[in-house]
């Protein structure tokens, strides 16, 4: 079980993954790396959630219109281009645009990840959507400290662009998941 929804469980971390560098990381991002008063660095989470508040609204839109599969694909790169922005954008400005962006892109991710384990055959019901839950959220628990060990050892931005190789690899296995002859 744990070989068919890898793909998944990764398409769900990647998602979530962009709410714990807006959480804990944006912040700081934004006041150490490009000099936003502390008192105002609050504003790339505010960013990066409404961003995701907008994608979900939109979600089931895009879904119609590209498939499950096409919207991961848009949604894995989204967040990569998004993280990858705002780890190395130069302005404060550039900085929030990537948030909100990794924002959208993470809108829809957990929930089609949910989907897609739940539609797997030939597993019981809903042991997809549990296995998913339980990968998603026990990788989660080291994400943040190996976030804040990298920076400690390299920089912020540094680390939040390593943090863009959990979408990479799941985008990767989505194209790869996408070519063959049984995807949906």
Same mark, same amino acid.
């Given at each position: ?32 790396e490009?000099d ?17 508040f ?10 119609? %219109? ?10 894995? %790169? ?10 190395? =954008?130069?302005?404060? =400005?550039?900085?929030l645009?990537?948030l909100?962006?990794a ?11 949910? =989907? ?44 939040? %662009? ?8 799941a ?14």
């Amino acid at each position: 079980m744990a070989v068919i929804l890898l793909p998944l469980a990764l398409v769900a971390l990647a998602g979530i993954s962009v709410e714990d560098a807006g959480a804990n990381w944006s912040a700081v991002l934004l006041a150490s790396e490009r000099d936003l008063p502390a008192a105002s660095a609050g504003i790339g989470l505010s960013v990066l959630l409404g961003a995701q508040f907008i994608g979900r609204l939109l979600g089931d839109r895009v879904i119609d %219109t590209l498939g499950r599969h096409g919207t991961l694909l848009l949604s894995l %790169t989204a967040i990569i281009a998004g993280l990858l922005g705002a780890a190395r =954008a130069p302005t404060v =400005a550039l900085t929030l645009a990537g948030l909100a962006l990794a924002g959208l892109g993470s809108a829809v991710t957990v929930p089609i990840a949910f =989907a897609d384990a739940d539609a797997e055959p030939g597993l019981p019901a809903h042991s997809g959507v549990t296995w998913i839950s339980w990968a998603m959220r026990t990788a989660a628990i080291g994400l943040s400290p190996l976030i804040g060990a990298s920076s400690a050892v390299f920089s912020l931005p540094v680390a939040l %662009t390593g943090l863009t190789l959990i979408a990479l690899i799941a985008l990767v296995l989505q194209v790869w998941r996408g070519a063959q002859p049984s995807s949906r």
